[in-house]
């Protein structure tokens, strides 16, 4: 059976970090498209990062260019997403999705997707 398993999420002081791992059992995940979703109460999920089978990164999200940075480790079947300069509208509940075929591309990452993770929420808060 395909798994995610989100961890490391919490609370965060505004420009603070944290790194949120997703690790995949019942499957290889370097075999995967990886990807990293958000949704904030009241909102519609979206799109945060993508990585291919190649190691290669897509970013979909314009507000966390430059503060967020997606990477795998195929030893572990995890994949990472590295959040730094967190703000107040980081909060959300985060979660990772696989995507077989590999691709990051959004209409042939929703086509392929098989599995979500359960989401860990990240607040930012002073």
């Known amino acids: 059976q395909l798994q995610l398993v989100e961890s490391g999420g919490g609370l965060v002081q505004p420009g603070g970090s944290l790194r949120l791992s997703c690790a995949a059992s019942g499957f290889s995940a370097e075999n995967y498209a990886i990807g990293w979703f958000r949704q904030a109460p009241g909102k519609e999920r979206e799109g945060l990062l993508c990585?291919?089978?190649?190691?290669?990164?897509?970013n979909y999200a314009d507000s966390v260019k430059g503060r967020f940075t997606i990477s795998r480790d195929n030893a572990k079947n995890t994949v990472y997403l590295q959040m730094n300069s967190l703000k107040l509208e980081d909060t959300a509940v985060y979660y990772c999705?696989?995507?077989?075929?590999?691709?990051?591309?959004?209409?042939?990452?929703?086509?392929?997707?098989?599995?979500w993770g359960q989401g860990t929420l990240v607040t930012v808060s002073s």
């Open positions: 999705a696989a995507a077989r075929e590999g691709s990051c591309s959004m209409p042939l990452f929703n086509r392929y997707l098989e599995v």
């Open positions: 990585v291919s089978i190649s190691g290669g990164s897509i």
